[in-house]
């Protein structure tokens, strides 16, 4: 009987190692009807770098009618959850399980940028929507930007959190 067990203990852990990333609950950061079509909604991760802070720069582009430049609006939307870690230069999210890395500090020609993992995904969408002003309903065009952060499993960590367990192992 401690056989089948052991057995059926070890092909769980198999199994459990090659399912690869799950889905945690997407989070809308942000949500808003769009003025005219020649409006673009897209999104990227930001920091304060001194202060540990991370949040989403939401960033809505209208192209212009004559042939002056788009002009964009930056939104910035705080995420519970989402952080900077300056020891080792990543954003990071708070997950039920473990902290997921979701962008990560680079250098280009001594400019220090965010360079995302894919392990956080910022989808910006758009969908028309009948909206109602409270005197009339209106089909209107409503952008979206949905963050979704991939749970990584057992066989797949954060290169943040490999240490830990080695330090933890070790011990």
Known sequence: MKSFRNKLTVVGLVVGSFLGVANAAPIIVFEAPLDNWHQEVSADFAVNRELGRAWIDVKVTTESLSEAPPTEEVIMKMVEGLY??????????????????????????????????????LNPRTEQRKVDDGFSTVDKTVAQVVFDAQTLTAGQRAPASKGKIAETVGK
Do not use: M, N
Request: glycine content about 2%; proline content about 3%.
């Open 84 to 121: 900077y870690d300056s020891a080792h230069k990543q954003v990071l999210y708070r997950s039920a399980s473990e902290p997921i890395v979701c962008a990560e500090d680079a250098t280009f020609l001594w400019k220090t940028y965010l360079k995302s993992t894919g392990q956080c995904l």
